[in-house]
């Protein structure tokens, strides 16, 4: 069955160090989401891509990248860990189809930064 | 994107139909209503959309108002595994693709 897997689904990292967290989908989806999730929050948007080297920015991108060399990668980095970036991240894929086509998530990245 | 309001928190009794409200007072003509869940630690996962008309599926029925500034989702036979976080979200059909979560409805499903 096609699906959407995230590695690691568990790191710690020291502030500082750079963190890239990968995102692969297996339904050939052009869009692609990094979002976050803290206590509080809810789901906030980092980044997406509509497809291969397209690339937007969230509400909350600062301190983070992505690239889309493939449509089916998505990696998000962390250029420089900082202890704010401790938090749970969740890929996502969607279709082209702009007719209310569904978004399907991973199964969520923790990270925690020291 | 419309903003949406829930309450962010009810009860239902196993068993029971729990139906969720949601207002999206300003939502555009071009923008359908999604439904999603997040159970604990796990990734958001899809339940229905609509448009205008009622929708259903083998998880769950859509109602939608006629003027379309609110909706219900319902359960029909609320279990245990179905106490979740429960977003109402609405979203345009082309453009951004990208979904706007707000707090949700945290949904207690009790024996």
């Known amino acids: 069955d096609a699906e959407i897997t995230q590695s690691p689904r568990h790191k710690i990292t020291e502030t500082g160090r750079q963190v890239t967290l990968a995102c692969h989908q297996t339904?050939?989806?052009?869009?692609m989401f990094w979002y976050r999730q803290d206590l509080g929050h809810g789901l906030r948007l980092i980044h997406y891509?509509?497809?291969?080297?397209?690339?937007n920015k969230g509400e909350v991108s600062d301190g983070y990248s992505v690239s889309r060399s493939n449509t089916e990668d998505l990696p998000l980095t962390l250029e420089s860990a900082a202890s704010s970036q401790t938090s749970v991240y969740f890929c996502?894929?969607?279709?082209?189809?702009?007719?209310?086509?569904?978004?399907?998530f991973g199964e969520g990245s923790w990270l925690t930064v020291v | 994107d419309a903003k949406t309001t829930q309450p962010p928190s009810m009860d239902c009794a196993e068993g029971r139909a729990a139906n969720l409200p949601c207002n999206h007072s300003?939502?555009?003509?071009?923008?359908?209503v999604y439904w999603y869940r997040q159970i604990h630690s796990q990734g958001p996962q899809y339940i229905i959309h609509?448009?205008?008309n009622n929708e259903t599926n083998e998880m769950a029925s859509l109602i939608i108002t006629e003027d379309r500034k609110s909706s219900t989702l319902i359960l029909p036979h609320a279990t245990l595994r179905d106490t979740a976080v429960y977003y109402c979200?609405?979203?345009?059909?082309?453009?951004?693709?990208?979904?706007?979560f707000g707090q949700g409805t945290r949904l207690t499903i009790n024996p």
């Open positions: 609509g448009l205008k």
């Open positions: 891509s509509y497809g291969v080297q397209d690339t």
């Open positions: 339904w050939n989806h052009n869009n």
């Open positions: 979200i609405v979203r345009v059909i082309q453009g951004a693709q990208k979904l706007v």
């Open positions: 996502a894929s969607s279709d082209r189809d702009f007719k209310g086509n569904t978004i399907y």
């Open positions: 300003t939502i555009s003509g071009n923008e359908y």
